[in-house]
């Protein structure tokens, strides 16, 4: 079989460049992480998450899937929500999308692609929410980017919604949920204004009453 030397190679090279900075690098890497951030993003291998924003290992947790979704479902993301709030404590919680995003671009259309079709049923269900909106843009490329904006909102609200997040504020802990857009294109990032920071600007139907309350 084939052995990808390339990214053994690779794999050298880094861990080379590394030492020659700093010889104790992976010794201090290994011993344990404490980073101030979760990072909720996009599968695309154009989107590194540590890269973007100038982070080494251990500065940023990150979950990725498809077109970066949080549903109240999703076992996975939830778990890695956990991990980060409860055990690793983080203070920022940053979903991130991107313009382009394949997932949005398919689920603007009507074909039938397999078992990504229930994952994408999400981002269905956000164009439903501002169809009008959205049926008002002429441009589908342009239709796609609010689309990506409006599903990373969305997104932030369901991070929001759950009981991990709002028990964490409740006992006080500092906990900033954000929504990003990374622009290809550009390489820059955009920041959508949707900080959420407080159960008080969480709508009140989602919110979650302590059993200590």
């Known amino acids: 079989m084939e052995k990808l030397k390339i990214l053994f190679q690779n794999n050298e090279s880094w861990v080379e460049?590394?030492?020659?900075?700093?010889?104790?690098?992976?010794?201090?890497?290994?011993?344990?992480?404490?980073?101030?951030?979760?990072?909720?993003?996009?599968s695309d291998s154009r989107v590194p998450a540590n890269e973007i924003v100038g982070l080494e290992p251990g500065?940023?947790?990150?979950?990725?899937?498809?077109?970066n979704i949080c549903p109240h479902t999703d076992f996975n993301c939830l778990s890695v929500l956990e991990f980060a709030v409860n055990v690793l404590?983080?203070?920022?919680?940053?979903?991130?999308?991107?313009?382009?995003?394949?997932?949005?671009?398919?689920?603007?259309?009507?074909?039938?692609?397999?078992?990504?079709?229930?994952?994408?049923r999400h981002i269905r269900d956000v164009y439903a929410r501002f169809k009008d909106e959205l049926d008002a843009?002429?441009?589908e490329k342009a239709r796609c980017s609010r689309l990506v904006?409006?599903?990373?909102?969305?997104?932030?609200?369901?991070?929001?919604?759950?009981?991990?997040?709002?028990?964490?504020?409740q006992r006080g802990q500092f906990l900033c949920i954000h929504g990003w857009?990374?622009?290809?294109?550009?390489?820059?990032?955009?920041?959508?204004?949707?900080?959420?920071?407080?159960?008080?600007?969480?709508?009140?139907?989602?919110?979650?009453?302590?059993?200590?309350?």
């Open 89 to 120: 404590n983080v203070r920022h919680i940053i979903v991130c999308g991107h313009y382009g995003c394949g997932g949005v671009q398919s689920a603007m259309k009507n074909h039938h692609l397999g078992l990504v079709d229930n994952w994408l």
């Open 59 to 67: 500065e940023l947790l990150v979950h990725r899937n498809v077109a």
């Open 181 to 213: 857009v990374y622009d290809l294109q550009s390489g820059k990032l955009k920041d959508l204004n949707c900080c959420i920071s407080s159960v008080d600007q969480v709508d009140s139907i989602y919110r979650v009453r302590s059993p200590k309350h």
């Open 137 to 139: 843009i002429e441009s």
């Open 149 to 169: 904006e409006l599903n990373v909102i969305q997104q932030v609200l369901n991070v929001c919604h759950t009981t991990i997040v709002q028990e964490a504020w």
């Open 17 to 42: 460049s590394k030492i020659s900075l700093d010889p104790a690098y992976f010794r201090k890497l290994a011993r344990d992480q404490n980073p101030d951030y979760l990072w909720i993003g996009c």
